[in-house]
């Protein structure tokens, strides 16, 4: 089974550019998350979708990050412009987002986008 | 969301069992809990999930006492392949339930 695939890889910036992250979740997946994750911190949840629907966005800075999961498969966060403390690991993360059955949610997750702004 | 507190970092030798605590107080009825492992340049990986009393599998056990209020994450005589953070998670997931993450135990192990 493949895994959830996210690129690029690694991105290199000057800040006020704009940068765009890409991520497929494993097929069937309904529920999707973007986290952050800087040096030495836990990831940081920036938003969840439920298919295409946004289920939580309250920690995305909203003036110069966004995302989009258009027909609730693959998705994308742009961040526009970055600034240095945008520079971080960027996961994506899927499952399969049953609500009768929450409790059995294991996440899996990307290898991440790593960015550096600088 | 229910609140967990975790050692930020532990060491241990090879070939010792390691147990990681994770307490959280105000954990809820239908929470359930979980543990990660993220080693460095991945994206974390479930290692196991309980309710109650003990859970084992091929990588690790999960004891959980009867109050719920902490958790052990305990790891049997381990290899410097295990050196990685470790994070305890409480609530529901997948769906609409959000998922957080702490900063994480730490766990090096050395030879």
């Known amino acids: 089974e493949a895994g959830v695939a996210q690129s690029p890889r690694y991105k290199i910036i000057e800040k006020r550019q704009s940068v765009a992250f890409w991520c497929n979740p494993i097929?069937?997946?309904?529920?999707l998350y973007w986290y952050q994750q800087i040096l030495g911190q836990g990831p940081k949840l920036l938003i969840q979708?439920?298919?295409?629907?946004?289920?939580?966005d309250s920690q995305l800075p909203k003036d110069r990050f966004s995302a989009e999961r258009l027909k609730g498969v693959d998705s994308t966060l742009k961040i526009q412009p970055a600034k240095l403390e945008d520079s971080a690991v960027y996961l994506c993360a899927s499952n399969w987002g049953d609500r009768t059955t929450p409790n059995t949610g294991e996440l899996f997750f990307g290898e991440g986008s790593r960015l550096t702004v600088l | 969301l229910a609140k967990t507190t975790q050692p930020i970092s532990m060491d241990s030798y090879e070939g010792q069992e390691v147990n990681i605590t994770c307490s959280h107080n105000?954990?809820?009825?239908?929470?359930?809990i979980t543990w990660y492992q993220q080693f460095p340049s991945q994206g974390p990986r479930f290692i196991i999930q309980g309710y109650k009393t003990k859970v084992t599998n091929e990588v690790a056990s999960l004891f959980i006492p009867a109050d719920r209020k902490s958790s052990t994450l305990s790891l049997p005589r381990v290899s410097l392949s295990d050196t990685a953070v470790y994070y305890c998670l409480v609530g529901l997931s997948g769906g609409y339930q959000k998922v957080t993450f702490g900063i994480g135990t730490k766990l090096q192990v050395i030879p």
């Open positions: 097929s069937g997946h309904a529920t």
């Open positions: 979708f439920q298919n295409n629907g946004v289920v939580d």
């Open positions: 105000n954990i809820a009825t239908n929470d359930y």
